[in-house]
């Protein structure tokens, strides 16, 4: 069921693997040592929200193909996460603005410590392949608030590490089985379903996945990982109404 992109989200914890997505980002995020007891009042709000979720029941039909959505400033799609312990957390994927022809892609992930975050300025080659992404710019959020460009000249040298972490937006699915996916966003009929080595927010990780062209962004509707246990939901999704929030 979508939902106004305004309202507040729900997360709970952020596990350490996403320290290694950090890393693996060139991001100093200082996650470590975090506990819920020192954020009462967030670790309330997430157990509040995430109670209200339930499986959507409005129905997006099969497509005719996988061909993906245009990329346009203002879609926005928002994900539930649970990890192998349980603890869920919620990403949000936004297309915040256009820069000489490149996109720039913000990734919010909250939890009950905080949010964290990047934007990057993304040129995508081809939306089928992500070897043909170029990451031109980055900009990081730290739970402490802190808002970050990463040098220019760092750009060059993590960029296979920074077009990892993006790497799912990108990707073909053409003959790929289909099947039904039910998630809190709603029914999608007709998913491509396809296992892949990709990397969604703090995870990287062998992943049964499931898309849907009607869905922005990356198409994708859930994803169940399986060499690191977690589950992804697409919670809502909208093609107009993302704002910034780096």
């Known amino acids: 069921m979508r939902e106004p992109y305004g309202r507040t989200r729900s997360a709970e914890r952020w596990v350490r693997v996403g320290v290694r997505?950090?890393?693996?980002?060139?991001?100093?995020?200082?996650?470590?040592?975090?506990?819920?007891?020192?954020?009462p009042s967030s670790r309330a709000d997430i157990d509040g929200r995430w109670a209200t979720l339930r499986e959507g029941?409005?129905?997006?039909?099969?497509?005719?193909?996988f061909d993906p959505m245009p990329l346009a400033i203002g879609q926005w799609a928002q994900y539930?996460?649970?990890?192998?312990?349980?603890?869920?957390?919620v990403l949000t994927y936004k297309v915040i603005g256009k820069e000489q022809g490149a996109y720039w892609i913000e990734t919010l992930h909250e939890?009950?410590?905080?949010?964290?975050?990047?934007?990057?300025?993304?040129?995508?080659?081809?939306?089928?392949?992500?070897?043909?992404?170029?990451?031109r710019a980055v900009v990081t959020l730290d739970r402490?608030?802190?808002v970050s460009p990463v040098s220019p000249t760092m750009i060059p040298v993590m960029q296979v590490s920074y077009r990892s972490a993006v790497s799912a937006l990108a990707g073909g699915?053409?003959?790929?089985?289909?099947?039904?996916?039910?998630?809190?966003?709603?029914?999608?009929?007709?998913?491509?379903?396809?296992?892949?080595d990709a990397q969604w927010?703090?995870?990287?990780?062998l992943a049964d996945s499931w898309r849907h062209p009607a869905v922005p962004l990356s198409g994708l509707v859930r994803s169940q990982g399986i060499d690191h246990p977690f589950t992804m939901d697409l919670i809502a999704f909208g093609t107009s109404g993302a704002t910034a929030d780096l």
Not at 80 to 89: C, I, L, Q, Y
Not at 201 to 205: A, Q, T
Request: charged residues 20%.
């Open 21 to 39: 997505w950090a890393v693996a980002c060139g991001l100093a995020l200082g996650l470590l040592g975090c506990d819920d007891a020192l954020y």
């Open 201 to 205: 927010g703090p995870w990287r990780s």
């Open 173 to 196: 699915w053409t003959g790929m089985p289909q099947e039904a996916a039910i998630v809190p966003a709603g029914r999608f009929l007709g998913c491509y379903r396809g296992r892949t």
């Open 144 to 146: 402490r608030g802190n």
């Open 57 to 65: 029941t409005n129905t997006v039909p099969a497509p005719p193909g």
């Open 111 to 135: 939890t009950s410590q905080g949010r964290t975050g990047q934007k990057m300025l993304l040129a995508f080659g081809s939306r089928v392949d992500p070897h043909q992404i170029e990451v």
């Open 80 to 89: 539930r996460m649970v990890d192998e312990k349980g603890a869920p957390s």
